[in-house]
T-cell receptor, first 113, second 114 residues
Framework: GENVEQHPSTLSVQEGDSAVIKCTYSDSASNYFPWYKQELGKRPQLIIDIRSNVGEKKDQRIAVTLNKTAKHFSLHITETQPEDSAVYFCAARYSGSARQLTFGSGTQLTVLP | DSGVTQTPKHLITATGQRVTLRCSPRSGDLSVYWYQQSLDQGLQFLIQYYNGEERAKGNILERFSAQQFPDLHSELNLSSLELGDSALYFC?????????????FGSGTRLTVV
């Protein structure tokens, strides 16, 4: 099955700086890579996703890049704000018969004012 | 409101007991997933149903079982509860369960076993 590793586990940045979170996946047949944001005590919410036929996707201050050869993908948040503070999870979905998402272990992002 | 409804929001029960968690998927979604989130374990996949049938199974204990009913709501049954079963249990739904389908999560059920 799929295995997803996520780094770092915690990340502190100053407000206005950029934050980068990286994930690697094990199964080259995976073809869908979403990112979720989870605020304390709340449900994970999809913030951006990318499919394997695309190398980069942007949505305002958030971008995701995918390197299929190296089997890694990254989340980039620019001009960070205190409300970006949360736990971020990457995930990967194998394209085979098992279609569930496998999640990384999460990154606690803290944006310092 | 995500459209995925989970009840109850909180549950406190004693070791050895049995509980049932309920999930109603977003309108039109056919696939339901259950995940367990413990403090140090992230989001662990338990089981997936699609249109009433089990589609995939993760690290779900034998003491746990689930089903999806004809109206597409799902129930997760946890029995012979242990202290280590205390966790947040999330249900998520997607349209088809296909490779490009995103999930929508419910707000979760926080289970505390004492």
């Amino acid at each position: 099955g799929e295995n997803v590793e996520q780094h770092p586990s915690t990340l502190s940045v100053q407000e206005g700086d950029s934050a980068v979170i990286k994930c690697t996946y094990s199964d080259s047949a995976s073809n869908y890579f979403p990112w979720y944001k989870q605020e304390l005590g709340k449900r994970p919410q999809l913030i951006i996703d990318i499919r394997s036929n695309v190398g980069e996707k942007k949505d305002q201050r958030i971008a995701v890049t995918l390197n299929k050869t190296a089997k890694h993908f990254s989340l980039h948040i620019t001009e960070t704000q205190p409300e970006d503070s949360a736990v971020y999870f990457c995930a990967a979905r194998y394209s085979g018969s098992a279609r569930q998402l496998t999640f990384g272990s999460g990154t606690q992002l803290t944006v310092l004012p | 409101d995500s459209g995925v409804t989970q009840t109850p929001k909180h549950l406190i029960t004693a070791t050895g007991q049995r509980v049932t968690l309920r999930c109603s998927p977003r309108s039109g979604d056919l696939s339901v997933y259950w995940y367990q989130q413990s403090l140090d374990q992230g989001l662990q996949f338990l089981i997936q149903y699609y249109n009433g049938e089990e589609r995939a199974k993760g690290n779900i204990l034998e003491r746990f079982s689930a089903q999806q009913f004809p109206d597409l709501h799902s129930e997760l049954n946890l029995s012979s509860l242990e202290l280590g079963d205390s966790a947040l249990y999330f249900c998520a739904s997607s349209l088809t369960g296909g490779a490009g389908d995103g999930y929508t999560f419910g707000s979760g059920t926080r289970l505390t076993v004492v």
